[in-house]
């Protein structure tokens, strides 16, 4: 049976250990990291001691979520990709207008702007539960390294140049969560 004197021991070496552990650190600090996340304030510096700041981001976010950001676009795909989103604004415009946004119908006009470039239309998939919304996506591949990549719905258009998606090409991934 522990007497009071090592149960005293007892509480004074965990204390010891305690403070020799978190040697420098507030209690703030000593779990703050548990879950890949940071509950210091992305104002606090680098603990190596430099003067950049350090990001709440999750270890290996930015390599996580690269297949989310298009690739560089060569300056010549660039500027046709530009030329070619203000053709295909003008195009769906029209169809929106007359309330043809549909897939079926959005293909026919995107088809005679792209040839001969690859095109995907698909249905309009909006929010994290990928929700068919009224309306097409779809992405239009220009020259080596751009897309004309949008949207059309009852309300608007998006055309834009950008980049390839590194696993799907001219339309962006579905989200992930």
Request: proline share 8%.
């Amino acid at each position: 049976m522990p007497t009071r004197k090592h149960t005293a021991v007892a509480i004074a070496a965990a204390a010891a250990v305690l403070t020799l552990a978190s040697c420098g650190k507030s209690t703030d600090d000593l779990f703050s990291n548990l879950n890949g996340t940071n509950s210091s304030s992305s104002h606090d510096t680098d603990p190596s001691g430099s003067d950049a700041p350090r990001s709440d981001a999750p270890p290996n976010y930015a390599d996580n979520s690269r297949v989310r950001q298009p690739g560089e676009m060569s300056p010549q795909d660039e500027k046709r990709a530009g030329q070619k989103a203000t053709e295909v604004q003008r195009a769906l415009d029209e169809l929106r207008r007359r309330g043809r946004i549909s897939p079926a119908e959005v293909r026919p006009v995107l088809a005679q702007l792209a040839a001969p470039a690859h095109l995907s239309v698909e249905e309009l998939l909006i929010g994290p539960g990928m929700d068919k919304a009224e309306g097409s996506t779809y992405g239009i591949w220009i020259g080596e390294t751009a897309c004309v990549t949008g949207a059309v719905s009852k309300d608007r258009v998006w055309a834009h140049a950008n980049g390839h998606y590194p696993e799907t090409g001219c339309l962006p991934p579905a989200s992930a969560h």
